[in-house]
């Protein structure tokens, strides 16, 4: 089956950029997100690619996709503490509209 | 406010009672979802119902009971669960049809029930 990995802790000083990275193992992925899970509360999408895009730029957020090594990277410039958050990635694949495969979230805390 | 809201947000209950998780979803949405989340694990997707209709059940345990009585709405019954079933439970929905495209498949997720079980 699908599988989508990222790692599970990143640290950063309030300023610098981010990135947080994943990867994913089905080719036929279509759509790859980035969602932001803030302290208490659900999910909220963040930004997504459509599978046949590099690269896609969202304000502060820059996601890249490197679809040969299944590769997705969130970059996010000038970290914030209100960035503090799980970040997680998740992908769907061509044949069902409803399935999305989730990672298993990124813990990123920004430093003062 | 997301527009999908759901109660209760924090639930603490044995293993002989009965309980029901609700969602709403003011979007206009015509799919809904049921996710599990545990510590430092992917969200599992339970259930998915597509104008009110059941289309997919990923191999849950029939101690997990959904019912979605308009696309609006949707209930989680629980029934003699484990103390391994604690997580958070996530409601979602989504516009679209059987294939979309675009932003229709996006999915708003509601804040979650925290389910500890004793």
């Known amino acids: 089956g699908e599988d989508v990995e990222q790692s599970l802790f990143l640290s950063v000083r309030e300023g610098d950029s981010s990135v947080i990275n994943c990867t994913y193992t089905?080719?036929?992925?279509?759509?790859l997100y980035w969602y932001k899970q803030e302290p208490g509360a659900g999910l909220q999408l963040l930004t997504y690619i459509f599978s046949n895009m590099d690269m896609k730029q969202d304000q502060r957020l820059t996601v890249l996709l490197n679809k040969k090594d299944k590769h997705l990277s969130l970059r996010i410039a000038d970290t914030q503490t209100g960035d503090s958050a799980i970040y997680f990635c998740a992908e769907r694949d061509s044949g069902s509209a409803r399935q999305l495969t989730f990672g298993s979230g990124t813990q990123l805390t920004v430093l003062p | 406010e997301t527009g999908v809201t759901q109660t209760p947000r924090h639930l603490v209950m044995g293993m002989t009672n009965k309980k029901s998780l609700k969602c709403e979803q003011h979007l206009g949405h015509n799919a809904m979802y049921w996710y599990k989340q545990s510590a430092k694990k992917p969200l599992e997707l339970m259930f998915v119902?597509?104008?009110?209709?059941?289309?997919e059940n990923n191999s849950v345990p029939s101690r997990f009971s959904p019912e979605c009585p308009n696309s609006s709405h949707l209930f989680l019954h629980l029934h003699t669960l484990q103390p391994e079933d604690s997580a958070l439970y996530l409601c979602?929905?989504?516009?679209?049809?059987?294939?979309?495209?675009?932003?229709?498949?996006?999915?708003?997720f509601g804040p979650g029930t925290r389910l500890t079980v004793l």
């Open positions: 979602a929905s989504s516009q679209g049809g059987a294939q979309t495209s675009g932003r229709e498949h996006e999915q708003f």
């Open positions: 119902y597509n104008f009110k209709e059941q289309t």
């Open positions: 089905d080719s036929s992925s279509t759509y």
